[in-house]
């Protein structure tokens, strides 16, 4: 404990209640406390530092001033929500922040009453203050009652279009609803777009909220006959100094810009909001990302995500691996690409350092675009990059990418154009848990007629698909790959051009043949030593394609052996049931062929290392062993080795 810092008010409080009778000058301490506190905390679970220690004083200033759980405080994204959690009731366990069976490293309805709305995505908070807005106004009921709707959104996320479908809806309804606008400049890649540029004009032209004022009370003090005239000359004198606010427009009523980490100016204001507010508005609100740890402050992310680390220096303590990891062996092999075709270029969608483009930023900017968290847009933005003539590398993770599936289908997959799809994130990835589980992207692109959909089994396959994906031009192309660094083979000194839909053989066996499609072949590998020590010698495959399946491959797999099990990173509906479809048009089970897929649970998988996730899962060796004994017959391994 002596490593922890001394925090003797912030051990008075036990929950946001026991704020109450605290002084100002008291919360001001406390928010230097509870800074103190997070920094202690992450640096011995990892996780992310920048955005909680962002919102120390506004988190400190809300549980003050509103009475939650009543009042829903609905965080955007969440990730910036650990000194929430120390505050309402959680702080004995922070120190299990994102490991097995502890805390979320995001806000989770299941966790506590304190998190009203669950999320990890971005964008999705003022559509659910609207939401809990409107349930209180016709009556809805919730254990913990229903006051005050809030919602902390991000200037990164609100250039999402979900953003401003909520605040249009929000505006014509006309609800009570509070939106603190937390503008630091600072998503996870520096915000792109008009929007950044718009809130850095309004901070820059002050004055303007001293002319608003006096306008407005100016205007309260004439008779009515002559109001309405006195408005439109408020709207010129607004207009005249900041060029009219976009979110008055939207139907907000706007506060700011004010100093997110002032007490002093966060404290009357969302005070006087309480009191006074009738519809919804807009506290737009300055923050810096990191404040008050100068490693974060310093740090070219500040301190968005870090491994753990040296609470003294801010050195992260991240295990040195002989293996590169998938990202960056995809960020490298695209330069390459780049450096011989000019017409390759790559969209993300505000991710450019964790899908591995940083590098193809800085060589080739004019051929690499950061849409902002818009994966939408950053989807028919590429597909038409290729209807163009360019060939585009649509660069997002599987989890983010669900949020462009329509576009996917409509504007890539029906007009046959070669986008190329690089989904990072595939599978279990450990801490960030099941919100950013690569679960579903085998299954739903799949689906798609004309599509081509890879699995790397290991880093050296992944250089492969690289290639191949950029030869590809017939039509959408995507290959999926996981987090976290590769298997440790050799690198290939010459990239092959894979032929399309077809797979290869790992090794030849005897009675069953395991067929894997991504990067479980490490584990069937382990399964398959294992078999050996038992007399049972399986046949290996490695598919690479879900679509278009290796059916010659596969009929021969079935012709040569008495089963057949699939093993995938994803969930049902992928891989194996495409395999599944092909031997049922074959007739292959009208002659009692056996057949397994081992695909992820019906469940979601809370947060713990990938292994101890695949465990769960029951897709590591030892269940891939039992797998194959139960196909076959033989008694359990329990069984055999009692």
């Not at 097995?100 to 709305?117: A, C, N």
């Not at 006959?225 to 979110?247: I, Q």
């Not at 969302?270 to 006074?276: G, H, N, P, S, Y």
């Not at 329509?406 to 450990?430: E, K, S, T, W, Y």
Request: proline share 5%.
């Amino acid at each position: 404990m002596s490593d922890r810092p001394t925090t003797p008010l912030l051990d008075q409080i036990a929950r946001p209640a026991d704020m109450k009778g605290l002084s100002d000058a008291q919360l001001v301490q406390l928010a230097h406390e509870l800074r103190q506190e997070t920094i202690s905390a992450v640096s011995t679970t990892g996780g992310h530092l920048g955005a909680g220690l962002g919102v120390i004083e506004l988190t400190v200033a809300l549980h003050a001033v509103f009475n939650t759980p009543r009042d829903k405080l609905i965080w955007d994204v969440s990730h910036q929500s650990y000194p929430h959690k120390i505050l309402t009731e959680r702080r004995d366990r922070i120190r299990t922040l994102r490991t097995k069976g502890g805390l979320s490293g995001f806000t989770k309805r299941s966790e506590s009453p304190y998190d009203p709305f669950g999320a990890a995505h971005s964008s999705t908070s003022i559509s659910a203050a609207l939401g809990f807005s409107v349930a209180r106004d016709l009556g809805g009921v919730v254990p913990e009652g229903l006051g005050e709707a809030i919602a902390v959104i991000g200037d990164g996320a609100m250039s999402a279009g979900m953003a401003f479908e909520a605040m249009n809806n929000a505006g014509h309804l006309d609800k009570r609803m509070i939106v603190i606008l937390n503008d630091n400049e600072m998503s996870i890649a520096p915000p792109v777009g008009a929007l950044s540029s718009y809130l850095s004009r309004l901070y820059a032209e002050e004055p303007f909220q001293e002319l608003k004022a006096v306008a407005k009370g100016a205007a309260s003090l004439l008779p009515e006959p002559f109001r309405e005239g006195a408005k439109r000359a408020k709207d010129m004198l607004k207009g005249m100094a900041v060029g009219g606010t976009m979110f008055e427009s939207l139907g907000f009523s706007y506060i700011g810009p004010i100093d997110g980490h002032d007490l002093d100016q966060l404290l009357p204001v969302l005070r006087t909001v309480k009191a006074r507010a009738r519809g919804p508005i807009l506290i737009h609100v300055l923050t810096k990302k990191g404040k008050g740890y100068a490693p974060a402050e310093t740090a070219r992310d500040k301190g968005h995500a870090t491994a753990k680390f040296d609470m003294v220096t801010g050195e992260q303590k991240k295990a040195p691996s002989n293996a590169p990891s998938y990202t960056g062996v995809f960020g490298d092999e695209l330069v390459k690409l780049a450096a011989k075709d000019d017409k390759i270029c790559a969209v993300t969608a505000a991710m450019p350092d964790g899908t591995g483009l940083s590098l193809m930023a800085e060589r080739y900017p004019s051929r690499c675009f950061d849409v902002g968290i818009a994966e939408q847009h950053g989807v028919t933005f590429a597909a038409a990059l290729a209807a163009g003539g360019m060939k585009p590398f649509c660069a997002m993770y599987s989890t983010f990418l669900q949020r462009g599936y329509d576009q996917v289908v409509h504007d890539v997959a029906i007009q046959r154009l070669p986008v190329r799809f690089a989904i990072d994130r595939a599978g279990l990835v450990g801490a960030d848990g099941a919100t950013h589980a690569g679960s579903f992207d085998i299954g739903f692109m799949s689906n798609l007629p004309g599509m081509v959909v890879m699995a790397a089994a290991d880093e050296a396959e992944l250089v492969h698909m690289v290639h191949t994906a950029a030869a590809h031009d017939a039509g959408p192309i995507a290959f999926r790959y996981p987090r976290g660094e590769g298997e440790g083979v050799e690198m290939p000194e010459e990239p092959q051009l894979l032929e399309i839909g077809k797979g290869r053989m790992i090794q030849t066996g005897k009675r069953v043949a395991l067929l894997s499609f991504g990067t479980r072949l490490g584990e069937t590998r382990k399964a398959a030593e294992a078999l050996s020590t038992k007399g049972i010698t399986p046949t290996i495959a490695d598919a690479r394609f879900a679509k278009p399946l290796d059916r010659e491959m596969i009929l021969n797999l079935v012709a040569d052996h008495e089963a057949l099990i699939t093993i995938e990173e994803g969930a049902v509906g992928g891989f194996g049931s495409h395999v599944a479809q092909l031997l049922a048009d074959e007739g292959v089970f009208d002659a009692g062929f056996k057949f397994r897929s081992m695909v992820l649970p019906d469940t979601f998988i809370d947060q713990a290392s990938p292994k101890d996730m695949y465990e769960t899962a029951a897709m590591n060796a030892p269940q891939i062993e039992a797998k194959v004994l139960e196909v076959l017959g033989v008694a359990s391994i329990g069984e055999k080795r009692a």
